[in-house]
């Protein structure tokens, strides 16, 4: 028999142990030395008989908690079955994901009412109150003609954005999970720069200088077409707001839900935009000077005219 180990587990260091996380049954064990020397032995299949006699023992104990795993055997097809289908994304990715997974017996506790003030309200710098939805200029009212019109443009006319297109964008489609930041590069009556959206006052503050194109172009992963926009609206999100690790997911969903809000409204309001995931994150992170080990750049909202 052959054995070697597990490729769907990861080893961590927690409190000064080695710690082995088995992500397709969520089960963790502390590693022994020994059971450091029998793993490397059959980092690739190697004969079971092959290992020395003193570590027989411990191979058993690893081989029955599936950190060793014998070839042919259930959890060797299981194994070669999410390689095959995740390896392209590498180790992490599917660790996450196995991880994260949820199961019949999964239970979900309340997540945290309350948490920490939002993630900035920018307080000390210059506010721009916005024009209510209600106040802008809407086409279409009628949402099965906005949904049968909505679609991705990657072409902008020349003309501003109003601004009362801009407050109904952002009004309709924030909520305290997604944070807003609209990078405005040609919008009537408001200077071109970067801007927090604080969906408890309907305000934009300032919090950074004006973006030229070809760096907005480089933030949204050298897609050319973003450059002729009159703004990017990018977004991020806060971590402190989900217990479980599962929030990274839900966090990701949320954005998108904003996303579907803006698209909509920016159909409504005769404008055009396209979603982008393409984006270099560091550079949206400098761009809108967010902390990158508390927010995390998702994505962003490419609005223009027509
Ligand atoms: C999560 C997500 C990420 C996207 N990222 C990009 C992108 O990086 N660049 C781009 O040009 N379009 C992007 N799009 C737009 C898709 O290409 C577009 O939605 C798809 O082609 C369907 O076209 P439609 O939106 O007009 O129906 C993205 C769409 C979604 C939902």
Known sequence: ?????????????????????????HRQFVLGDDADVAMRWFLRWRDRESVPERHRHTVAALLANDVLVAEGSQRDAQERAVLHAWGRWGPIARAYHFATRTTRGSRFPAESAEGPEPVGTFRDTERIPLPSAEQAQWRHRDLLDVLRQNQSHREFGPE???????????????????????????????KPGVYHYDGHTHELAMVGDPVNGPDLVAACGDQPWVAAAGLVVFYTSVLWRHDSARGYRTLQLDAGHRNQNLSLAATGLGLRTAFTSTIRDELVEELIGCDPTTELAIGGAVVGTA
């Open 160 to 190: 501003a954005v109003p601004l009362s297109s801009l407050g109904a964008l952002l009004q309709v489609s924030s909520e305290h999970s997604t944070e807003l930041y609209p990078v405005v590069q040609n919008v009537e009556g408001l």
């Open 1 to 25: 028999m052959r054995l070697r180990v597990s490729a769907c587990g990861a080893a961590f260091v927690v409190d000064g142990q080695v710690v082995w996380d088995d992500y397709l049954d």
